[in-house]
């Protein structure tokens, strides 16, 4: 065969399969030693950019589906609508995952204030501001929203919970893609295990928390570059990150960052290459 029908033949079979994949989700598992030895292991459950839409029934059945995981604790990190008409399947989702006592917690994403729009391709690579001057999502109603089902917001916030004996310390800040990331108001050191929650992971976000002592930060936004080569990975990452760390565990300075792939897109980019929406079930355990 010629290599024109070649070329045709692969261009069409990759455009398939970046159409196909979005519908595939994959639940990834990682496991750090951050506990002192002889420590119950906690498992937390890592959620992000979910981008929800009325019409994503399936992908909210399958959130749910992972409270069957019983994890210690759920971290959800921003991006989790795309349309105020999502709001009941948003509390629906999120509230399943909560409905038995487990906590959870979450902070905001960009697409959490504004509503997606057709993407602007130099600014996607520069990581350029919004077009918009004012939110046009209700966030906080959404926010009180998740709530009222037991969830609590980290935005800007620290609190410390008690998972399988431990005292976990966890503190949020808005989105940073946003510049709206405003750390010196919950700064301060971290006494015990500390955990970073963040939307984007720009590296003057997670400097700080390394800063204050926390030993794990958890992001989202890159989407794990949502369009990846092999022999290459991700292209982007839409922030300051190196590309290396788009997606999953990493060490970072004295800690670890782990970045969520999500397990949307914006509905004007429906399309994962070499890169399936997951969600992550990560696992704490004792140093040997």
């Avoid at 960009?110 to 001057?133: E, V």
Wanted: hydrophobic share 40%; with cysteine.
């Amino acid at each position: 065969m010629r290599p024109g029908p070649l070329l045709l033949l692969g261009g069409t079979a990759v455009a398939i399969g970046a159409l196909a994949e979005p519908h595939f989700p994959v639940l990834r598992r990682a496991s750090v030693a951050l506990l002192p030895a002889g420590s119950e292991p906690v498992r937390i459950l890592h959620l992000s950019d979910l981008h929800l839409l009325p019409r994503h029934g399936r992908r909210s059945r399958w959130v749910q589906g992972l409270g069957r995981l019983r994890p210690d604790l759920v971290v959800c990190t921003g991006d989790l609508w795309s349309s105020v008409r999502a709001m009941p399947l948003l509390g629906a989702t999120l509230g399943a995952l909560t409905a038995d006592g487990t906590p959870g917690v979450f902070v905001p994403g960009n697409n959490d204030y504004y509503s997606p729009l057709p993407p602007s391709i130099l600014g996607y690579f520069t990581g350029g501001a919004p077009r918009r001057r004012g939110p046009d999502l209700p966030w906080a109603r959404a926010a009180t929203m998740l709530e009222d089902l037991g969830w609590i917001d980290l935005t800007h916030r620290r609190t410390t919970l008690s998972l399988r004996g431990r005292r976990v310390t966890l503190t949020g800040t808005d989105d940073a893609h946003l510049r709206r990331d405003r750390y010196e108001k919950v700064a301060g050191a971290v006494d015990g295990l500390g955990i970073g929650v963040t939307h984007t992971p720009q590296r003057r976000v997670l400097d700080a928390f390394l800063g204050d002592g926390h030993r794990l930060v958890l992001a989202g936004h890159t989407h794990g570059g949502q369009l990846r080569l092999p022999g290459v990975g991700a292209l982007v990452t839409n922030c300051d990150l190196d590309r290396a760390r788009a997606r999953g565990l990493s060490p970072y300075g004295d800690g670890w960052l782990q970045v969520s792939a999500g397990l949307g897109t914006s509905p004007y980019a429906p399309v994962r290459l070499c890169c399936r929406p997951e969600a992550s079930l990560l696992t704490l355990a004792a140093v040997r």
